[in-house]
């Protein structure tokens, strides 16, 4: 799981380049903003992960399930502060790098082998 999320950060880093040689400062800022607003709550996700909710039982799902709906919402706030702190944000690349950190980290964790 460490490893999605590292591999989540380089494709960040190069759609926030592109973004950057494409559409100047701003886009690239706000992709990388919209890229940190879905790793971010991954990466909690993973150190909870790995602090101890790996086990079985039903008292360990139930634990899963509210991590994951915390990471949910902890998503849906960061986009919503995005959007009110920062003034200068392009639409497009925002949506852009969110929808491909979305997908990469679908199709990391399919291509997971550990």
């Known amino acids: ?3 999605v999320v590292l591999r989540q950060l380089a494709i960040a880093a190069v759609i ?3 973004a950057v ?3 100047g400062k701003p886009a690239g800022v ?3 903003l919209a890229a940190l607003c879905f790793i971010v709550p991954n990466a909690i996700f993973v150190l ?7 086990g079985t039982g039903p008292a360990n799902l139930v634990l899963f399930a509210v991590i994951e709906f915390a990471k949910i919402v902890l998503t849906i706030g960061c986009v919503c502060l995005v959007f009110l702190a920062y003034k200068d944000i392009n639409w497009i690349a925002f ?3 969110l929808v491909i950190s979305f997908k990469s980290y679908i199709f990391l ?3 997971l082998k550990s």
Do not use: E, H, N, Q
């Open 21 to 23: 040689i494409i559409g």
């Open 1 to 3: 799981m460490r490893r």
């Open 16 to 18: 926030a380049v592109i």
């Open 48 to 54: 909870f992960f790995y602090l101890g909710i790996r």
């Open 30 to 32: 706000s992709s990388i």
């Open 109 to 111: 964790l399919s291509k």
């Open 95 to 97: 949506t852009v790098s």
